[in-house]
Every structure is written in C-alpha cells, then in structure tokens.
C-alpha cells in the first residue's frame, strides 16, 4: 500500500539557525504515528513543515503528490488538519464560532452544520457549550475545541502537538480515547507529537524518536517500548 504521507531528506531552518537535518518519514493512511523527542528537537518544526509553515528542503508528498512549497491553506484543503501547540483557538468566539473558522473552507454552510453534528457526536460536551465562549471553557474542552476545528474539513491526517500539555490524567485519558475513536472509526490517520512518551506509545501503532533534528529510531510502538534507550530516556524505568 502508498504511503499516505511521506517526508524524505526534509530539512528546515529558522534564518540561519537549521532546526531539521534530513527527516525520513512515513505514515501509511489510517494508522497512528508518535513523534518523540526531547525539547527543541524539532517535533513542532516537523509539523509545521508539513502544513507549510517552514521553508524546506527535500521531498514532502501527500498521497503521492509533491505538497512542499504549497501555502498552509492548500496543505488543509488537501487533507491535512492541524491542531498547533498552544491550540490556537479564538478565545472571544463561541465555540460553534470556532468551529465554523475551521470549515471555511467548506463552501456550503449544510455541509458545514452537518460536519459539526457528526464531530459532536465525538464530543458531546462541546455541543452542550457551543454557544459558550471557548476562553471560559476549561483546559481540556478547549484542547477538545482544537481537535474539533481541525476535523471540520474531514482530514485524511490529523497533526497533533502535544494535545496532552497542561491538562490533568484524567482529561487526557478522556481526550487520548477519543482520538483513538476517530482513528478507528473515520479512519483518520493520526501524527502525535507527545512529551509524554507512554501515552504516545500506547495510542500509536508506529513511532519515531527525533533527536536533534533527525530521525535516530522508528519501529513498532511495541517494540520501541522494549527499547532500553527508550525505556530509560523517555519512559523513565
Ligand atoms: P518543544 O517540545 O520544546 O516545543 P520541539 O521538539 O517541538 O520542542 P521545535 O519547537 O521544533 O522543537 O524547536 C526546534 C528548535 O528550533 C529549537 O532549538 C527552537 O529553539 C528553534 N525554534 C523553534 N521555533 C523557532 C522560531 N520561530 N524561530 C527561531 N527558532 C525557533
């Protein structure tokens, strides 16, 4: 089977301050892939590549078609939804608002009421506040707002940074199985960047380990957790 998204050789760079060295990456189409590392390896700077947000160099494909050099907006058109660190939501919008900025792109508004309905049906707490302002939603429903906004185009893959940030176990447990429901039941790829490393190992089928801005380990999220490099550095046992 092709590859759903592919990165080969990607490289980026801040100004004159290189950040990814050649990223070699692959997800085939509905699986769960985590992207590990310690800070300032690079994990956002691979998502952001990917959506366009970095100049790059090397080969970035989306069901076999070249995406880099395509603008942010042409990358979610095509597919591809992300949900950035800090969440980005708009904090003085409601959240059914919020919702209806992430099917912009949807040209009838049917289209759009019926995409927030099916989403709802993930997260129903949501619906019970979407004429609530997000700002006075708490930490995880705002978490949950971002996922939501990002699934308003019906994504082939989801790109997450860090969705467990800030937020107490048990919300995290709550978001993490939702996510797992997505994966499972609309075939939604997903792309994880996680500090928490069990968490992403449990969700994911395959994982990858960046550090310093290369890909040093990828395999089986099972046997990546029998990895003593990992175990010790990342798992903490
Ligand atoms: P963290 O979990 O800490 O966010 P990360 O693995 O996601 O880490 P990146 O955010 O991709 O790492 O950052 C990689 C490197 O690029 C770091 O050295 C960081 O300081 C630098 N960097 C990130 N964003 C910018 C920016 N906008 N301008 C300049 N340098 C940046």
């Given at each position: ?17 290189q ?13 769960s ?7 300032g ?40 939804g ?15 608002e ?20 099916q ?34 185009l ?8 860090e ?5 107490a ?36 089928e395959?994982?990858?380990l ?13 046997k990546?957790?029998g990895?003593e490099?990992?175990r ?6």
């Amino acid at each position: 089977m092709t590859d759903l998204l592919r990165l080969k050789g990607v490289e980026a760079s801040y100004r004159d301050h290189q950040v990814l060295f050649g990223i070699d990456l692959a997800i085939a189409p509905s699986s769960s892939v985590a992207l590990l590392g310690a800070n300032g390896a690079g994990k956002t700077t691979t998502l952001r590549a990917i959506c366009g947000m970095v100049r790059t160099r090397g080969e970035i494909t989306f069901e076999d078609e070249r995406i880099d050099g395509r603008r942010t907006d042409q990358v979610a058109r095509l597919g591809i939804g992300h949900v950035p660190d800090g969440r980005g939501t708009f904090l003085n919008m409601t959240v059914e608002e919020n919702l209806q900025l992430g099917g912009y792109l949807r040209r009838r508004s049917g289209a759009m009421a019926q995409r927030m309905e099916q989403i709802f049906t993930h997260f129903p707490r949501l619906k019970e506040r979407r004429n609530q302002q997000a700002g006075t939603l708490s930490g995880g429903e705002q978490q949950m707002l971002a996922i939501s906004r990002a699934l308003m185009l019906d994504p082939k893959l989801l790109l997450l940074d860090e969705p467990s940030f800030g937020l107490a176990p048990l919300i995290v447990k709550e978001i993490f199985s939702i996510l797992r429901a997505i994966n499972e039941t609309n075939r939604t790829a997903l792309l994880i960047v996680e500090q928490n490393a069990k968490l992403a190992l449990d969700i994911a089928e395959h994982a990858y380990l960046i550090e310093t801005g290369s890909i040093v380990m990828h395999g089986p999220s099972e046997k990546l957790k029998g990895e003593e490099s990992i175990r010790k550095a990342y798992l903490g046992y």
